[in-house]
C-alpha cells in the first residue's frame, strides 16, 4: 500500500520567499505530525494534527511557519519570507491515533535549501 | 521533562562484526523508547519499540535492544553487520503518561551514523 508521500522532494528557494510544502499522509490515518531535521540534528518537532484541528502547535519556530490540513488527508506547511536558517529536511508522518503506542510513519522529506 | 543522549555519533564495523548503537534516556515518567533508522533518500522506518512488556525488544532485520532502568539505557544491538545496515539510526522517547508538548511527548536523539567496513 502507499506509505506519506511529501513534495517537492527538493526545494531551493530565495531569501525572502514564500514556500509550500505538502504532506500525503496514509489513508486513514488520523493524527499527522510535521518535523524539521536540520544538518547533523536529531528530529525537531514543529506541528501535530488530529484531524484538521492542530492541538499542538508548539514548535512552530517563529509566525512565519504555518500549517493546515484538509479533513483527514492533506497537510500544507507554509513558511513565509524564508530564512537561510530554514534550510533543513522538513519531515511528515502519519499514524492511526495519538499516543506513543501509535507508530508514526515517515514521509521521505522535502530538502528545503534557501539561498 | 525527557531527553535521549546517543552517545556515538558515528560508529563503524566490518561486515559480519557485532554492531551496538548507546543511547540513554532520562524521563519523569515510565518512558516508551523507540529506535529509528534512516537510509539515504528514503524516510524513518521503525526498527522496534519497548512499552513496557518485554524488556529484551526483537525488531527488523536482526536488530534488538534492551530495556535497562537501573542503568537508563536502551541500547541497540545486532550479532551481524551486514553492508545494507549502513544508514543513520535515531533513538527515540515518549514519556508514557501524556502530559502534553510536541508529538505526543517523542524526543528524538541527534542520531548514530552507522558505517559498515567492508
Known amino acids: 500500500g502507499a506509505g506519506v508521500s511529501q513534495s517537492p522532494s527538493n526545494k531551493v528557494t530565495e531569501k525572502g520567499k514564500d514556500v509550500e510544502l505538502r504532506c500525503d499522509p496514509i489513508?486513514?490515518?488520523?493524527?499527522l505530525y510535521w518535523y524539521r531535521q536540520r544538518l547533523g540534528q536529531g528530529l525537531e518537532f514543529l506541528i501535530y494534527?488530529?484531524?484538521?484541528?492542530?492541538?499542538?502547535k508548539s514548535g512552530l519556530p517563529s509566525d512565519r511557519f504555518s500549517a493546515e490540513r484538509t479533513g483527514e488527508s492533506v497537510s500544507t506547511l507554509t513558511i513565509q519570507r524564508t530564512q537561510q536558517e530554514d534550510s533543513a529536511v522538513y519531515l511528515c508522518?502519519?499514524?492511526?491515533?495519538?499516543?506513543?503506542?501509535?507508530?508514526?510513519?515517515f514521509g521521505p522529506g522535502t530538502r528545503l535549501t534557501v539561498l | 521533562a525527557q531527553s535521549v543522549t546517543q552517545l556515538d555519533s558515528h560508529v563503524s564495523v566490518s561486515e559480519g562484526t557485532p554492531v551496538l548503537l548507546r543511547c540513554n534516556y532520562s524521563?519523569?515518567?515510565?518512558?516508551?523508547l523507540f529506535w529509528y533508522v534512516q537510509h539515504p533518500n528514503k524516510g524513518l522506518q521503525l526498527l522496534l519499540k519497548?512499552?513496557?512488556?518485554?524488556?529484551l525488544v526483537k525488531g527488523i532485520n536482526g536488530f534488538e535492544a534492551e530495556f535497562k532502568k537501573s542503568e537508563t539505557s536502551f541500547h541497540l544491538t545486532k550479532p551481524s553487520a551486514h553492508m545494507s545496515d549502513a544508514a543513520e539510526y535515531f533513538c527515540?522517547?515518549?514519556?508514557?503518561?501524556?502530559?502534553?508538548?510536541?508529538?505526543?511527548?517523542?524526543?528524538f536523539g541527534k542520531g548514530t551514523h552507522l558505517i559498515i567496513q567492508p
Open positions: 524521563s519523569s515518567y515510565s518512558p516508551s
Open positions: 508522518a502519519s499514524s492511526l491515533g495519538r499516543g506513543p503506542g501509535n507508530e508514526q510513519f
Open positions: 519497548y512499552t513496557s512488556a518485554a524488556t
Open positions: 489513508s486513514g490515518h488520523t493524527a
Open positions: 494534527f488530529q484531524g484538521n484541528s492542530a492541538p499542538d
Open positions: 527515540v522517547v515518549s514519556d508514557a503518561l501524556y502530559s502534553g508538548g510536541g508529538a505526543d511527548g517523542l524526543t
